[in-house]
């Protein structure tokens, strides 16, 4: 089983920058996918972005795409999110979580989760 701690969360004017952490621990991270998610209060949980194990892959969705950034160090323990252009609707608590695979691809499920790290973008 993994441990995920999120960190780097905080409050941001609208079209600053934060990077978000997400450090692993009791397994070798280069084993596992990962993906970042958001939730805002009273709406769906959102993945924004998901990279490969290797991290050869990634994928961002609609709504950050070319705002933000994933990327691993997996000698670290380590997957980061950087977050640009910051907007008032990137309001979430952001959430990273991983899935133990073999193969190189991304995924929408995974089965282990960190508690989160808040986000507060004003205008």
């Known amino acids: 089983q993994v441990q995920l701690v999120e960190s780097g969360g905080g409050l941001v004017q609208a079209g600053g920058s934060l990077r978000l952490s997400c450090a692993a621990a009791?397994?070798?991270?280069?084993?596992?996918?990962v993906g970042w998610f958001r939730q805002a209060p009273g709406k769906e949980r959102e993945r924004v972005a998901a990279i490969s194990r290797t991290g050869d892959t990634t994928t961002y969705g609609d709504s950050v795409k070319g705002r933000f950034t994933i990327s691993r160090d997996n000698g670290k323990n380590t997957v980061y999110l950087q977050l640009n252009s910051l907007k008032p609707e990137d309001t979430a608590v952001y959430y990273c979580?991983?899935?133990?695979?073999?193969?190189?691809?991304?995924?929408?499920?995974?089965?282990?989760w960190g508690q989160g790290t808040q986000v507060t973008v004003s205008s």
């Open positions: 009791g397994r070798t991270f280069g084993n596992y996918a």
């Open positions: 979580a991983a899935r133990l695979t073999a193969s190189g691809g991304v995924y929408n499920e995974y089965n282990y």
